[in-house]
Nanobody, 126 residues
Framework: QVHLVESGGGLVQAGGSVRLSCAASGLTFRWHAMGWFRQAPGKQREFVSSIGWGAGSAYYADSVKGRFTTSRDNAKNTVYLQMNSLKPEDTAVYYC???????????????????WGQGTQVTVSS
């Protein structure tokens, strides 16, 4: 069974930085694209970023492009989301997800991800 555990969330001031980590188990990590999604209070969950299998390319939502960076360490079965220049509108619960299929590139669609973490709260104060 796939198990994803996010960490690194917390309270940060606007303009600050946070790095989220997602440790994966129960899958051949390097074979799966990974994604980050977020859900703000009263809003639907939305795509933030994803990264393809292996040493795949990363993709970003327009709202975070240039501020967030996704990377992966296949030796540690971990994917990271480095968030810089944070804004109050980045406040949300951030979820890590693993693609259902193997050997896929990053995806923007929730339906392509079959396993989800429990989420970690990021709060950006103004």
């Amino acid at each position: 069974q796939v198990h994803l555990v996010e960490s690194g969330g917390g309270l940060v001031q606007a303009g600050g930085s946070v790095r989220l980590s997602c440790a994966a188990s129960g899958l051949t990590f390097r074979w799966h694209a990974m994604g980050w999604f977020r859900q703000a209070p009263g809003k639907q969950r939305e795509f933030v970023s994803s990264i393809g299998w292996g040493a795949g390319s990363a993709y970003y939502a327009d709202s975070v492009k240039g501020r967030f960076t996704t990377s992966r360490d296949n030796a540690k079965n971990t994917v990271y989301l480095q968030m810089n220049s944070l804004k109050p509108e980045d406040t949300a619960v951030y979820y890590c997800a693993a693609a259902q299929s193997t050997f896929s590139s990053g995806s923007y669609s929730e339906s392509d991800f079959g396993s989800w973490g429990q989420g970690t709260q990021v709060t950006v104060s103004s």
